[in-house]
Protein backbone atom coordinates (compact mmCIF):
# COMPACT_ATOMS: atom_id res chain seq x y z
CA UNK A 1 0.00 0.00 0.00
CA UNK A 2 1.73 3.30 -0.67
CA UNK A 3 1.65 6.74 1.56
CA UNK A 4 -0.75 7.96 -0.71
CA UNK A 5 -3.39 4.54 -0.36
CA UNK A 6 -2.77 4.46 3.02
CA UNK A 7 -3.81 7.85 3.93
CA UNK A 8 -6.49 7.91 1.49
CA UNK A 9 -7.97 5.09 3.98
CA UNK A 10 -7.55 6.94 6.80
CA UNK A 11 -9.50 9.58 6.00
CA UNK A 12 -12.24 7.56 4.52
CA UNK A 13 -12.12 5.97 7.71
CA UNK A 14 -12.33 9.59 9.28
CA UNK A 15 -15.16 11.16 6.51
CA UNK A 16 -17.47 7.51 6.74
CA UNK A 17 -18.95 8.93 3.94
CA UNK A 18 -17.68 11.79 1.68
CA UNK A 19 -21.44 13.41 1.05
CA UNK A 20 -24.56 14.15 3.62
CA UNK A 21 -27.70 15.61 3.02
CA UNK A 22 -28.17 19.22 4.09
CA UNK A 23 -32.31 20.84 4.64
CA UNK A 24 -32.67 23.56 2.63
CA UNK A 25 -35.70 24.80 4.40
CA UNK A 26 -35.57 26.12 8.66
CA UNK A 27 -37.70 23.43 10.64
CA UNK A 28 -37.85 25.95 14.13
CA UNK A 29 -41.25 26.64 14.55
CA UNK A 30 -44.47 25.34 14.08
CA UNK A 31 -45.20 27.54 11.00
CA UNK A 32 -42.12 26.23 9.57
CA UNK A 33 -42.89 22.40 10.16
CA UNK A 34 -46.44 23.41 8.59
CA UNK A 35 -44.73 25.18 5.91
CA UNK A 36 -42.32 22.65 4.20
CA UNK A 37 -44.44 19.66 5.42
CA UNK A 38 -47.75 19.02 6.34
CA UNK A 39 -50.28 20.42 5.75
CA UNK A 40 -48.66 22.94 3.36
CA UNK A 41 -46.70 20.75 1.65
CA UNK A 42 -49.86 19.29 -0.13
CA UNK A 43 -50.28 22.41 -2.04
CA UNK A 44 -47.07 22.10 -4.04
CA UNK A 45 -48.30 18.19 -4.42
CA UNK A 46 -51.19 19.16 -6.12
CA UNK A 47 -49.79 21.99 -8.51
CA UNK A 48 -47.30 19.44 -9.75
CA UNK A 49 -50.15 16.45 -10.34
CA UNK A 50 -51.48 19.07 -12.49
CA UNK A 51 -48.10 20.16 -14.11
CA UNK A 52 -45.78 17.51 -13.97
CA UNK A 53 -42.82 20.03 -15.53
CA UNK A 54 -43.71 21.94 -11.96
CA UNK A 55 -41.62 19.51 -10.34
CA UNK A 56 -38.74 21.16 -11.65
CA UNK A 57 -39.15 24.80 -9.83
CA UNK A 58 -41.06 23.09 -6.58
CA UNK A 59 -38.80 20.77 -5.66
CA UNK A 60 -35.16 19.57 -5.72
CA UNK A 61 -34.95 17.94 -9.12
CA UNK A 62 -33.88 20.76 -11.32
CA UNK A 63 -30.84 20.31 -9.53
CA UNK A 64 -29.88 16.62 -8.82
CA UNK A 65 -28.00 14.34 -10.50
CA UNK A 66 -27.94 10.04 -10.38
CA UNK A 67 -24.78 8.54 -10.37
CA UNK A 68 -25.18 5.28 -10.56
CA UNK A 69 -23.17 2.31 -11.23
CA UNK A 70 -23.40 -1.79 -11.02
CA UNK A 71 -19.57 -2.19 -10.37
CA UNK A 72 -18.40 -3.84 -13.30
CA UNK A 73 -15.52 -1.08 -14.33
CA UNK A 74 -14.73 0.69 -10.92
CA UNK A 75 -11.62 2.74 -12.19
CA UNK A 76 -8.65 0.15 -13.08
CA UNK A 77 -10.44 -2.35 -10.46
CA UNK A 78 -12.63 -4.17 -12.60
CA UNK A 79 -15.93 -5.37 -12.12
CA UNK A 80 -15.74 -5.33 -7.76
CA UNK A 81 -19.56 -4.84 -7.38
CA UNK A 82 -21.56 -1.69 -6.44
CA UNK A 83 -21.18 -1.84 -3.50
CA UNK A 84 -17.06 -1.67 -3.43
CA UNK A 85 -17.74 1.10 -5.92
CA UNK A 86 -19.75 3.64 -3.62
CA UNK A 87 -16.54 5.45 -2.37
CA UNK A 88 -16.02 6.02 -6.08
CA UNK A 89 -19.59 6.90 -6.72
CA UNK A 90 -19.73 9.55 -3.24
CA UNK A 91 -16.55 10.92 -4.86
CA UNK A 92 -18.70 11.59 -7.93
CA UNK A 93 -21.32 13.18 -6.02
CA UNK A 94 -18.64 16.09 -4.31
CA UNK A 95 -17.61 16.68 -7.93
CA UNK A 96 -20.47 17.80 -8.98
CA UNK A 97 -21.31 19.81 -6.09
CA UNK A 98 -18.11 21.07 -5.74
CA UNK A 99 -17.27 22.76 -9.13
CA UNK A 100 -20.77 22.99 -10.38
CA UNK A 101 -23.09 23.46 -7.19
CA UNK A 102 -25.04 19.95 -8.68
CA UNK A 103 -26.02 17.81 -6.10
CA UNK A 104 -25.93 14.18 -6.80
CA UNK A 105 -26.81 11.03 -5.08
CA UNK A 106 -24.97 7.74 -5.65
CA UNK A 107 -26.82 5.02 -5.95
CA UNK A 108 -25.62 1.37 -6.96
CA UNK A 109 -27.34 -1.30 -8.88
CA UNK A 110 -27.03 -4.60 -7.97
CA UNK A 111 -27.36 -6.24 -11.27
CA UNK A 112 -25.60 -6.99 -14.37
CA UNK A 113 -28.62 -7.43 -16.60
CA UNK A 114 -28.98 -4.74 -19.10
CA UNK A 115 -32.66 -4.31 -18.56
CA UNK A 116 -33.01 -4.78 -15.32
CA UNK A 117 -30.55 -1.88 -14.92
CA UNK A 118 -32.73 0.21 -16.98
CA UNK A 119 -35.65 -0.95 -15.66
CA UNK A 120 -34.73 0.31 -12.00
CA UNK A 121 -33.06 3.59 -13.34
CA UNK A 122 -36.38 4.66 -15.70
CA UNK A 123 -38.67 3.69 -12.18
CA UNK A 124 -36.46 6.43 -10.15
CA UNK A 125 -36.17 8.67 -13.50
CA UNK A 126 -38.41 11.14 -11.65
CA UNK A 127 -36.58 11.41 -9.13
CA UNK A 128 -33.62 13.13 -11.41
CA UNK A 129 -32.92 15.99 -13.47
CA UNK A 130 -29.95 14.16 -15.09
CA UNK A 131 -28.76 10.53 -15.01
CA UNK A 132 -24.74 10.05 -15.01
CA UNK A 133 -23.80 6.60 -15.99
CA UNK A 134 -20.19 5.83 -14.54
CA UNK A 135 -18.16 2.54 -14.24
CA UNK A 136 -20.15 -0.03 -15.96
CA UNK A 137 -18.39 -2.33 -18.71
CA UNK A 138 -18.58 -2.32 -21.62
CA UNK A 139 -20.19 -3.66 -24.43
CA UNK A 140 -23.29 -3.41 -21.87
CA UNK A 141 -22.51 0.16 -21.33
CA UNK A 142 -23.55 1.07 -24.77
CA UNK A 143 -26.87 -0.68 -24.52
CA UNK A 144 -27.83 0.73 -21.23
CA UNK A 145 -27.17 4.32 -22.42
CA UNK A 146 -28.78 3.75 -25.85
CA UNK A 147 -32.34 2.43 -24.26
CA UNK A 148 -32.11 4.83 -21.21
CA UNK A 149 -31.55 8.05 -23.67
CA UNK A 150 -35.06 5.99 -26.01
CA UNK A 151 -36.75 5.90 -22.77
CA UNK A 152 -36.31 8.65 -20.95
CA UNK A 153 -36.46 12.68 -21.31
CA UNK A 154 -34.12 14.13 -18.85
CA UNK A 155 -30.07 13.46 -19.72
CA UNK A 156 -28.46 10.44 -19.69
CA UNK A 157 -24.56 10.62 -19.89
CA UNK A 158 -22.34 8.20 -19.24
CA UNK A 159 -19.29 9.95 -17.88
CA UNK A 160 -16.74 7.57 -18.64
CA UNK A 161 -16.96 7.84 -22.51
CA UNK A 162 -18.40 11.01 -23.33
CA UNK A 163 -16.79 13.01 -20.65
CA UNK A 164 -13.53 11.63 -21.49
CA UNK A 165 -13.86 11.96 -25.05
CA UNK A 166 -15.11 15.70 -24.19
CA UNK A 167 -11.96 16.91 -22.42
CA UNK A 168 -9.51 14.81 -24.81
CA UNK A 169 -11.30 16.81 -28.14
CA UNK A 170 -10.40 19.90 -25.50
CA UNK A 171 -6.85 19.03 -25.37
CA UNK A 172 -6.41 18.23 -28.83
CA UNK A 173 -7.98 21.29 -30.43
CA UNK A 174 -5.62 23.32 -28.08
CA UNK A 175 -2.51 20.83 -28.75
CA UNK A 176 -2.87 21.43 -32.58
CA UNK A 177 -3.43 25.04 -32.50
CA UNK A 178 -0.06 25.45 -30.45
CA UNK A 179 1.73 22.74 -32.89
CA UNK A 180 0.25 24.53 -35.84
CA UNK A 181 -1.47 22.05 -37.03
CA UNK A 182 -5.21 21.95 -38.48
CA UNK A 183 -7.78 18.97 -37.15
CA UNK A 184 -8.61 18.06 -40.89
CA UNK A 185 -4.98 17.00 -41.75
CA UNK A 186 -4.26 15.30 -39.10
CA UNK A 187 -3.64 11.33 -38.18
CA UNK A 188 -4.24 10.47 -35.12
CA UNK A 189 -4.46 6.57 -33.50
CA UNK A 190 -6.41 5.50 -30.09
CA UNK A 191 -5.22 2.46 -28.50
CA UNK A 192 -8.02 0.99 -26.56
CA UNK A 193 -11.56 0.55 -27.99
CA UNK A 194 -13.64 -0.22 -25.14
CA UNK A 195 -15.96 2.22 -24.39
CA UNK A 196 -13.86 5.30 -23.66
CA UNK A 197 -11.20 4.92 -26.69
CA UNK A 198 -14.88 3.90 -28.91
CA UNK A 199 -16.22 7.29 -27.62
CA UNK A 200 -13.44 9.36 -28.70
CA UNK A 201 -12.50 8.20 -31.73
CA UNK A 202 -16.12 9.01 -32.30
CA UNK A 203 -15.87 12.48 -31.13
CA UNK A 204 -12.68 13.18 -32.76
CA UNK A 205 -14.71 12.34 -36.08
CA UNK A 206 -17.77 14.73 -35.25
CA UNK A 207 -15.09 17.40 -34.74
CA UNK A 208 -13.22 16.74 -38.33
CA UNK A 209 -10.07 14.83 -37.64
CA UNK A 210 -8.64 13.84 -40.79
CA UNK A 211 -7.87 10.35 -40.51
CA UNK A 212 -8.49 8.33 -37.10
CA UNK A 213 -6.17 4.69 -36.55
CA UNK A 214 -7.75 2.35 -33.86
CA UNK A 215 -6.13 -0.54 -32.37
CA UNK A 216 -7.31 -2.84 -29.59
CA UNK A 217 -5.32 -5.87 -28.44
CA UNK A 218 -5.33 -8.04 -31.47
CA UNK A 219 -4.21 -5.18 -33.58
CA UNK A 220 -5.94 -2.16 -36.30
CA UNK A 221 -8.99 -2.17 -36.16
CA UNK A 222 -9.27 -1.88 -40.44
CA UNK A 223 -12.25 -2.68 -43.03
CA UNK A 224 -10.84 -5.68 -44.29
CA UNK A 225 -11.89 -8.14 -40.83
CA UNK A 226 -14.50 -9.04 -39.22
CA UNK A 227 -15.44 -7.90 -35.45
CA UNK A 228 -17.47 -9.71 -32.86
CA UNK A 229 -17.96 -6.30 -31.35
CA UNK A 230 -20.56 -4.34 -32.85
CA UNK A 231 -18.74 -0.96 -31.82
CA UNK A 232 -15.71 -2.35 -34.07
CA UNK A 233 -17.57 -3.32 -36.53
CA UNK A 234 -19.32 0.34 -36.65
CA UNK A 235 -15.88 1.97 -37.02
CA UNK A 236 -13.73 -0.23 -39.12
CA UNK A 237 -16.19 1.54 -41.80
CA UNK A 238 -15.03 5.06 -40.60
CA UNK A 239 -11.71 5.15 -39.45
CA UNK A 240 -8.64 4.11 -41.25
CA UNK A 241 -9.27 5.09 -44.68
CA UNK A 242 -5.79 4.24 -45.88
CA UNK A 243 -6.43 0.65 -44.44
CA UNK A 244 -3.52 0.37 -42.52
CA UNK A 245 -2.69 -2.97 -40.83
CA UNK A 246 -0.56 -4.64 -37.81
CA UNK A 247 0.19 -3.58 -34.55
CA UNK A 248 0.46 -0.56 -32.70
CA UNK A 249 3.68 0.64 -33.91
CA UNK A 250 2.75 0.25 -37.15
CA UNK A 251 -0.29 2.60 -36.56
CA UNK A 252 2.17 5.35 -34.95
CA UNK A 253 3.96 5.64 -38.15
CA UNK A 254 3.67 8.93 -39.43
CA UNK A 255 0.91 9.53 -36.92
CA UNK A 256 0.09 13.15 -36.01
CA UNK A 257 -0.90 12.58 -32.30
CA UNK A 258 -1.32 9.05 -30.08
CA UNK A 259 -4.20 8.91 -27.52
CA UNK A 260 -3.62 5.86 -25.34
CA UNK A 261 -7.05 4.71 -23.38
CA UNK A 262 -5.70 1.21 -22.73
CA UNK A 263 -2.56 0.27 -20.38
CA UNK A 264 1.20 0.86 -19.12
CA UNK A 265 3.90 0.75 -21.00
CA UNK A 266 2.91 -0.11 -23.95
CA UNK A 267 4.22 2.70 -26.08
CA UNK A 268 8.22 3.02 -26.59
CA UNK A 269 10.50 5.76 -27.15
CA UNK A 270 10.99 4.27 -30.49
CA UNK A 271 7.46 4.65 -31.90
CA UNK A 272 7.22 8.08 -30.44
CA UNK A 273 10.40 8.59 -32.28
CA UNK A 274 8.73 7.62 -35.33
CA UNK A 275 5.37 9.93 -35.09
CA UNK A 276 5.25 13.16 -37.46
CA UNK A 277 6.68 16.41 -36.47
CA UNK A 278 5.71 17.71 -33.33
CA UNK A 279 3.78 14.73 -32.19
CA UNK A 280 1.36 15.24 -29.83
CA UNK A 281 1.13 12.53 -26.89
CA UNK A 282 -2.03 11.90 -24.76
CA UNK A 283 -0.81 8.81 -22.51
CA UNK A 284 -3.85 8.39 -20.35
CA UNK A 285 -3.42 4.69 -18.20
CA UNK A 286 -3.60 5.28 -15.17
CA UNK A 287 -2.05 5.26 -12.96
CA UNK A 288 1.05 3.73 -15.32
CA UNK A 289 0.67 5.29 -18.11
CA UNK A 290 1.30 4.24 -21.70
CA UNK A 291 4.45 5.84 -22.05
CA UNK A 292 5.57 7.86 -18.97
CA UNK A 293 5.60 11.55 -19.86
CA UNK A 294 8.83 12.06 -19.34
CA UNK A 295 10.47 9.22 -21.57
CA UNK A 296 7.90 10.52 -24.36
CA UNK A 297 9.54 13.98 -24.10
CA UNK A 298 12.70 12.74 -24.26
CA UNK A 299 11.76 11.07 -27.42
CA UNK A 300 10.77 14.34 -29.40
CA UNK A 301 7.12 14.47 -28.74
CA UNK A 302 6.21 17.92 -28.63
CA UNK A 303 3.25 17.83 -26.47
CA UNK A 304 2.70 15.44 -23.55
CA UNK A 305 -0.42 14.79 -21.78
CA UNK A 306 -1.48 11.69 -19.20
CA UNK A 307 -4.08 11.21 -16.91
CA UNK A 308 -1.40 11.91 -13.95
CA UNK A 309 -1.63 14.61 -11.35
CA UNK A 310 2.35 14.82 -11.02
CA UNK A 311 2.93 16.18 -14.79
CA UNK A 312 1.57 18.92 -16.72
CA UNK A 313 -1.34 18.75 -18.74
CA UNK A 314 -3.58 16.25 -16.62
CA UNK A 315 -6.58 15.71 -18.68
CA UNK A 316 -9.06 14.59 -16.81
CA UNK A 317 -13.05 14.74 -17.38
CA UNK A 318 -13.48 16.44 -14.10
CA UNK A 319 -13.45 19.76 -16.54
CA UNK A 320 -16.49 18.11 -18.51
CA UNK A 321 -19.97 16.73 -16.65
CA UNK A 322 -20.12 19.04 -13.33
CA UNK A 323 -20.54 22.12 -16.00
CA UNK A 324 -22.37 20.04 -18.38
CA UNK A 325 -24.92 18.88 -16.24
CA UNK A 326 -25.23 22.23 -14.78
CA UNK A 327 -25.79 23.91 -18.07
CA UNK A 328 -28.24 20.98 -18.89
CA UNK A 329 -29.87 21.07 -16.23
CA UNK A 330 -30.35 24.80 -16.16
CA UNK A 331 -31.78 24.58 -19.72
CA UNK A 332 -34.23 21.53 -18.79
CA UNK A 333 -32.46 19.40 -21.77
CA UNK A 334 -33.78 16.38 -22.39
CA UNK A 335 -30.72 14.94 -23.48
CA UNK A 336 -27.39 15.65 -23.92
CA UNK A 337 -26.37 16.16 -27.90
CA UNK A 338 -23.42 15.79 -29.65
CA UNK A 339 -23.97 20.01 -30.55
CA UNK A 340 -23.43 20.09 -26.33
CA UNK A 341 -20.56 17.93 -26.41
CA UNK A 342 -18.98 20.01 -28.76
CA UNK A 343 -19.54 23.15 -27.28
CA UNK A 344 -18.39 21.91 -23.92
CA UNK A 345 -15.46 20.81 -25.47
CA UNK A 346 -14.59 23.92 -27.36
CA UNK A 347 -15.20 25.84 -24.19
CA UNK A 348 -12.28 23.71 -22.00
CA UNK A 349 -10.20 25.12 -24.77
CA UNK A 350 -11.21 28.30 -24.76
CA UNK A 351 -10.20 29.10 -20.69
CA UNK A 352 -6.64 29.28 -22.11
CA UNK A 353 -5.84 32.43 -23.98
CA UNK A 354 -3.77 32.48 -27.02
CA UNK A 355 -0.82 34.12 -25.15
CA UNK A 356 -1.32 31.79 -22.75
CA UNK A 357 -0.77 28.46 -24.99
CA UNK A 358 2.33 26.86 -24.39
CA UNK A 359 3.16 23.13 -24.99
CA UNK A 360 2.99 22.75 -20.83
CA UNK A 361 0.03 24.33 -20.86
CA UNK A 362 -2.52 23.04 -23.39
CA UNK A 363 -6.21 22.02 -20.90
CA UNK A 364 -6.72 23.97 -17.61
CA UNK A 365 -6.06 22.57 -14.58
CA UNK A 366 -9.06 20.09 -13.05
CA UNK A 367 -9.05 22.38 -9.95
CA UNK A 368 -9.98 25.16 -12.20
CA UNK A 369 -13.30 26.50 -11.21
CA UNK A 370 -13.79 28.91 -13.76
CA UNK A 371 -14.49 25.94 -15.85
CA UNK A 372 -17.28 24.62 -15.00
CA UNK A 373 -19.33 27.97 -15.15
CA UNK A 374 -17.77 28.40 -18.72
CA UNK A 375 -19.00 25.24 -20.18
CA UNK A 376 -22.40 25.09 -18.44
CA UNK A 377 -23.10 28.47 -20.49
CA UNK A 378 -21.90 27.12 -23.92
CA UNK A 379 -23.90 23.75 -23.03
CA UNK A 380 -27.03 25.73 -22.45
CA UNK A 381 -26.80 27.89 -25.37
CA UNK A 382 -26.18 24.66 -27.63
CA UNK A 383 -29.23 23.04 -26.20
CA UNK A 384 -31.15 26.46 -26.62
CA UNK A 385 -30.22 26.69 -29.94
Not at 81 to 89: I, N, S, T, Y
Not at 97 to 105: I, L, N, R, T
Not at 200 to 220: A, C, E, H, P
Request: net charge negative; hydrophobic share 45%.
Amino acid sequence: MTDLSKNALEKHYEWQGKIEVISRAPINTAEDLSLAYTPGVAQACLEIRKDPSLSYKLTRRRNLVAVITDGTAVLGLGDIGGLAGMPVMEGKCCLFKEFAGVDAFPLCVKSKDVDEIVHTIALLSDSFGGINLEDIAAPRCFEIERKLQDQLDIPVFHDDQHGTAVVVGAALINAAKCAGKKLGDMTVVINGAGAAGTAIGKFLLSLGIGDLIMVDKTGIINRDDTYENPAHEEMKTRTNRNVVKGKLADAMKGADAFIGVSGPNLVSEDMVKSMAEKAIVFAMANPVPEIMPDKAKAAGAFIVGSGRSDFKNQINNVLVFPGLFKGALSAQAKRITEDMKRAAAYAIASIITDEELAPEYIIPSPLDKRVADHVAKAVAEAWKE
